[in-house]
């Protein structure tokens, strides 16, 4: 999608609005959902960014990027630049940890 498209569609998802909390404005909280999304994204050698308040831009490692519409695109554009299921789970659990 063009830059253009991600300025203009989207918003519509549930994933998109932004519950009122007291001194954060709708802007800083998709930063903020942005920035735990990170959290996740990183081991991986992925990032996610804002793209003007209304998409979100992923990026790999190898200069690839993508403008997604909404949160729940996230993963699935991430497991297409992965070539792989992401599973955030996996990121949690040591296999190495006598049960």
């Not at 990027?65 to 996230?74: G, K, L, P, R, Y």
């Amino acid at each position: 999608m063009c830059g253009m498209c991600g300025l203009l569609g989207g918003g519509n998802h549930w994933s998109n609005t932004t519950a009122p909390v007291a001194g954060a404005n709708p802007r800083r909280q998709r930063l903020i959902q942005a920035a735990l999304a990170n959290r996740v994204l990183v081991p991986f050698r992925l990032k996610l960014d804002d793209f003007h308040g209304q998409s979100f831009v992923l990026s790999s490692p190898t200069g690839a990027s993508e403008i997604v519409s909404d949160f729940a695109q996230v993963w699935r554009v991430a497991e297409r630049m992965l070539g792989h299921p992401l599973d955030p789970l996996t990121l949690f659990i040591d296999d190495t940890a006598a049960p």
